[in-house]
């Protein structure tokens, strides 16, 4: 039994990795070899695809589009649902609980149902195309989920810390900066992990609300498998890339999340 | 917790408000004002009335697709949930096994759904793909493009692949704040395996469980990029999804009237589920 144990998420890590695997090999292979012939590791070992990528500007640019808006949504939607989620773990007032539905109702849009009519009302207000207009876009889904989970970390928090602190003397807004917000900093961290995951990942919107100078990399990527033929290794090299943003967010927030999780909606 | 009663409160929520307000209300009313008209472009409308909605809701094609989805969610749910359990029950849970797990556990959540199309698309090649390759030459006759009982084979393990990590982080969590003392009592008691399970483990993940399925029914029954970029919807239309079928008809055909009308009633489908769901929750909390 005991040595059964770690089999289990053993196989499934490495079920997890299979596929990462197979994507990062097929990146330093030469097309030839990719279309020719089957194999398990490159035979001719190449970097070309990754220098294809550093040196286009249409590539690199298209990640640093993807980070800037991502961490502009971030920013906001945390800055946002922090009162927000203080508000409705302290508080009731009236419509409270109608109005926390009505936010989770935008996580659960499908962004299908709003990809057209964003496209026309982002150009109507002229942020068509830019960072902007997709950091606010990824607010739909990013800030009712921010305000969800920092709710259940703040509920977590006694309320009697509150109280002593204003016995002591300390203002409201004192106390929320200087004492209550570093008491959540493991909240704060997942539900940053979380909006930038999801911003991250999100394509549909994304693409839908960009043309040429806020084009994020997924898009780009799309861009390459439908004009310039099938070119898998660069294909490959490009979505390679996408995952090390995400590898260095979980390095950060790794110890938050083994303890964070624990003290979140639990 | 007793919460006091304060009015001011709203001021603490007026920005997110007037951010969500901002992205939901206005695009949603351009979906209502289609849903009820008929265009032929320059601004011109006409009123349709309820035409769109009787024409979706008798619609073959709706019915369909509607039915593959509902098939599909079902299908991840069922795989997704007791798997995560399990991988979260058999997790190390002190020393360096922590971290590695979470950490490389946590790498298909954040890889960009186009991505994860992609890569699955290379892997699952018949010819140059290692899953593909590997199932022909055990004698499958395995083609994802071309067979459906294969594209749908393909989905679902790339949807498990991405996203049970999901769960088995949520209840990870859950299983985390189960106080040693429970266990404690139940070792003195002679509890089996499957008592601490069923008795401790369990209720302990209730609450995380109904996130996990809600996020989970959510995003299955919205998803989009995955599959459009590793099927297309195909072979034919056999795992052309809700939303793979909306875009088609709305961007595609540019039949705004019937894709609007099909959206509402897609976001009320996702609506009606998520507040059983929610209620559910909510009650539950209220109890304990």
């Given at each position: 039994?005991?040595?059964?144990?770690?089999l289990v998420p053993t196989i499934y890590i490495?079920?997890?990795?299979?596929?990462?695997?197979?994507?990062?090999?097929?990146?330093?292979?030469?097309?030839?070899?990719?279309?020719?012939?089957?194999?398990?590791?490159?035979?001719?070992?190449?970097?070309?695809?990754?220098?294809?990528?550093?040196?286009?500007?249409?590539?690199?640019?298209?990640?640093?589009?993807?980070?800037?808006?991502?961490?502009?949504?971030?920013?906001?939607?945390?800055?946002?649902?922090?009162?927000?989620?203080?508000?409705?773990?302290?508080?009731?007032?009236?419509?409270?609980?109608?109005?926390?539905?009505?936010?989770?109702?935008?996580?659960?849009?499908?962004?299908?149902?709003?990809?057209?009519?964003?496209?026309?009302?982002?150009?109507?207000?002229?942020?068509?195309?830019?960072?902007?207009?997709?950091?606010?876009?990824?607010?739909?889904?990013?800030?009712?989920?921010?305000?969800?989970?920092?709710?259940?970390?703040?509920?977590?928090?006694?309320?009697?810390?509150?109280?002593?602190?204003?016995?002591?003397?300390?203002?409201?807004?004192?106390?929320?900066?200087?004492?209550?917000?570093?008491?959540?900093?493991?909240?704060?961290?997942?539900?940053?992990?979380?909006?930038?995951?999801?911003?991250?990942?999100?394509?549909?919107?994304?693409?839908?609300?960009?043309?040429?100078?806020?084009?994020?990399?997924?898009?780009?990527?799309?861009?390459?498998?439908?004009?310039?033929?099938?070119?898998?290794?660069?294909?490959?090299?490009?979505?390679?890339?996408?995952?090390?943003?995400?590898?260095?967010?979980?390095?950060?927030?790794?110890?938050?999340?083994a303890k964070g999780f624990a003290l979140g909606?639990? | 917790?007793?919460?006091?009663?304060?009015?001011?409160?709203?001021?603490?929520?007026?920005?997110?408000?007037?951010?969500?307000?901002?992205?939901?209300?206005?695009?949603?009313?351009?979906?209502?004002?289609?849903?009820?008209?008929?265009?032929?472009?320059?601004?011109?409308?006409?009123?349709?009335?309820?035409?769109?909605?009787?024409?979706?809701?008798?619609?073959?094609?709706?019915?369909?697709?509607?039915?593959?989805?509902?098939?599909?969610?079902?299908?991840?749910?069922?795989?997704?949930?007791?798997?995560?359990?399990?991988?979260?029950?058999?997790?190390?849970?002190?020393?360096?096994?922590?971290?590695?797990?979470?950490?490389?556990?946590?790498?298909?959540?954040?890889?960009?759904?186009?991505?994860?199309?992609?890569?699955?698309?290379?892997?699952?090649?018949?010819?140059?793909?290692?899953?593909?390759?590997?199932?022909?030459?055990?004698?499958?006759?395995?083609?994802?493009?071309?067979?459906?009982?294969?594209?749908?084979?393909?989905?679902?393990?790339?949807?498990?692949?991405h996203w049970t990590s999901l769960v088995v982080?949520?209840?990870?969590?859950?299983?985390?704040?189960?106080?040693?003392?429970?266990?404690?009592?139940?070792?003195?008691?002679?509890?089996?395996?499957?008592?601490?399970?069923?008795?401790?483990?369990?209720?302990?993940?209730?609450?995380?469980?109904?996130?996990?399925?809600?996020?989970?029914?959510?995003?299955?029954?919205?998803?989009?990029?995955?599959?459009?970029?590793?099927?297309?919807?195909?072979?034919?239309?056999?795992?052309?999804?809700?939303?793979?079928?909306?875009?088609?008809?709305?961007?595609?055909?540019?039949?705004?009237?019937?894709?609007?009308?099909?959206?509402?009633?897609?976001?009320?489908?996702?609506?009606?589920?998520?507040?059983?769901?929610?209620?559910?929750?909510?009650?539950?909390?209220?109890?304990?």
């Open positions: 039994m005991r040595k059964a144990k770690w490495i079920f997890l990795m299979l596929p990462i695997y197979w994507l990062l090999n097929m990146s330093f292979k030469t097309t030839t070899e990719i279309i020719n012939t089957y194999t398990l590791w490159p035979q001719e070992f190449t970097l070309e695809n990754y220098k294809k990528i550093f040196t286009d500007s249409t590539w690199y640019n298209g990640y640093l589009n993807s980070i800037y808006y991502v961490v502009m949504n971030t920013v906001i939607s945390v800055a946002a649902a922090l009162p927000a989620a203080y508000a409705f773990s302290r508080y009731k007032f009236v419509g409270d609980k109608h109005l926390f539905f009505w936010l989770l109702t935008n996580r659960m849009a499908p962004p299908a149902v709003f990809a057209l009519p964003f496209f026309q009302f982002y150009s109507s207000v002229n942020l068509f195309d830019t960072h902007v207009a997709v950091a606010l876009s990824h607010c739909l889904f990013n800030i009712p989920l921010a305000v969800w989970i920092l709710e259940g970390f703040m509920s977590s928090v006694p309320k009697e810390l509150d109280e002593t602190a204003y016995v002591d003397g300390y203002s409201f807004w004192r106390f929320f900066f200087k004492i209550f917000i570093p008491t959540i900093t493991a909240g704060i961290g997942i539900t940053m992990f979380f909006c930038f995951m999801f911003s991250w990942v999100e394509l549909l919107l994304a693409k839908t609300l960009t043309a040429v100078a806020a084009k994020p990399i997924a898009a780009t990527m799309t861009r390459t498998a439908s004009t310039s033929g099938y070119e898998l290794g660069l294909l490959a090299a490009a979505g390679s890339l996408t995952i090390i943003p995400g590898a260095i967010v979980i390095y950060f927030v790794r110890n938050y999340i909606r639990v | 917790m007793n919460k006091t009663v304060n009015q001011k409160a709203w001021f603490f929520v007026i920005p997110v408000f007037v951010l969500v307000a901002f992205n939901a209300i206005i695009p949603l009313m351009t979906v209502v004002n289609y849903a009820f008209q008929e265009t032929f472009g320059n601004n011109v409308f006409m009123w349709e009335g309820t035409r769109w909605f009787k024409q979706i809701m008798l619609s073959e094609r709706f019915h369909a697709s509607l039915g593959r989805q509902f098939l599909f969610t079902f299908i991840i749910l069922f795989i997704q949930i007791p798997l995560g359990i399990a991988i979260a029950l058999t997790m190390p849970k002190e020393g360096l096994g922590v971290p590695v797990c979470l950490v490389l556990m946590s790498m298909p959540l954040l890889i960009p759904w186009n991505v994860v199309g992609a890569m699955w698309n290379i892997f699952a090649l018949p010819d140059i793909g290692f899953l593909g390759h590997s199932l022909n030459a055990l004698g499958f006759d395995y083609n994802f493009t071309q067979q459906i009982g294969d594209a749908w084979f393909t989905t679902i393990l790339m949807d498990v692949w982080l949520l209840s990870y969590a859950g299983l985390r704040s189960i106080q040693p003392a429970y266990y404690q009592a139940a070792e003195i008691d002679g509890a089996s395996r499957w008592a601490v399970f069923t008795k401790i483990e369990l209720p302990k993940m209730k609450k995380v469980l109904t996130i996990a399925i809600l996020l989970r029914f959510m995003d299955s029954f919205m998803i989009y990029t995955e599959p459009f970029v590793l099927t297309g919807g195909g072979p034919g239309n056999a795992t052309a999804f809700l939303s793979i079928d909306l875009v088609k008809m709305a961007l595609g055909q540019f039949d705004l009237g019937p894709a609007a009308a099909m959206s509402l009633i897609y976001f009320f489908i996702v609506l009606l589920v998520c507040w059983v769901f929610y209620t559910l929750m909510m009650r539950n909390e209220g109890k304990s």
